[in-house]
């Protein structure tokens, strides 16, 4: 994060439930989703696996708050 | 471009008191009340991840909405439809303020690694104003916020503690102006469109429903074996099985019902 001198809103711990939405994104809105399974642990995931070659998931914003 | 690690901060001050009076329900909220102790590490690690994810997903959604403003005006769509999709970038930033804090209450955030010039697809540039608005909205409004709100409702029905209640409750308030945003701007814009035009409007939000899918089928194939729903309400999000089924009700309903309504010829 950019050094600044404001209040702090949001810290993230590294390492912990890493997410890397470089190169793909993921769905652009919170569909509040539910938790899967292996996302507690501390390996990276991936947010979009759908083939690139035919959409990419950045067409889309939502509030998708998905389930485990 | 490297990729810079999701946090957020506030300015303070007189900045920060000017926000509070515009969006007073923020601080209302029961903050400071939700107790972990007694719940499994690994399900508030995995509530942490949730609600960061949260945050990051509606600080997109902002970007969006703020490109979809520019786009509205460029296109010169009336002044009152513009107007309305002008509060939409500020509630998206309280949803932010929200899950993040959520997140906060939690234990902390999670990592998340993103991109910042490469948060959403804008429309070509070499279209006109008209189809470059039609391009974003069919696929950030019509699809995206379109779907969630069902999601979002049932998801806040599911929760039982206070503060999430209170967190989702608020978004779902506020998401409702926004999931019809997108059907009110076609009813405007389709009287000018062409047959081409609508054609294009299909393919972009075929775009987007292709993406929910994917989503979607991620979590059908990552699902939680051991899940325990008790603990999943009371961090505030829904069974998979729940979640699922009433994703595809509502892609059905919501958006694809009313696009193939208006003579969009869809095709996902």
Known sequence: M??????????????????SYVACGGVVANLMAPPQDGGADTS?????????DTFSPLDIIANLVAPR | MPSELFELELYGDNVERRYRRMRPEVEAMPWGTFDTAGLPEAAVTMARKQWTGAAYQEHRTAVACAATLRALMECRAPLDLIA???RFPLDELVHVELTARMAMELGGGTEIQFEPDHMIIDADEGLPPLLRAADMIARFFCVGEAVSIPLLRATWHAARHPLPRAVLGRIVKDEAAHGVFGFLFLDWALESMTEADRRHIAVAADRGIMAVRALWRGIEQRRSKGYDESLGDAL?????????????????????????????????
């Not at chain 2, 069974?239 to 996902?268: C, F, M, N, W």
Request: aromatic share 4%; glycine share 12%; no cysteine.
């Open chain 1, 2 to 19: 950019r050094k600044g001198t404001g209040r702090k809103l949001l810290v993230a711990t590294l390492g912990v439930g890493a997410v």
């Open chain 1, 44 to 52: 990276a995931d991936t947010a979009g696996d759908a083939p690139r």
């Open chain 2, 84 to 86: 309305m999709a002008s």
């Open chain 2, 236 to 268: 505030g999000w829904l069974h998979s099985d729940a979640y699922l089924e009433l994703a595809a009700r509502s892609l059905e309903t919501q958006v694809r019902k009313p696009l193939l309504e208006r003579g969009i010829p869809i095709t996902r």
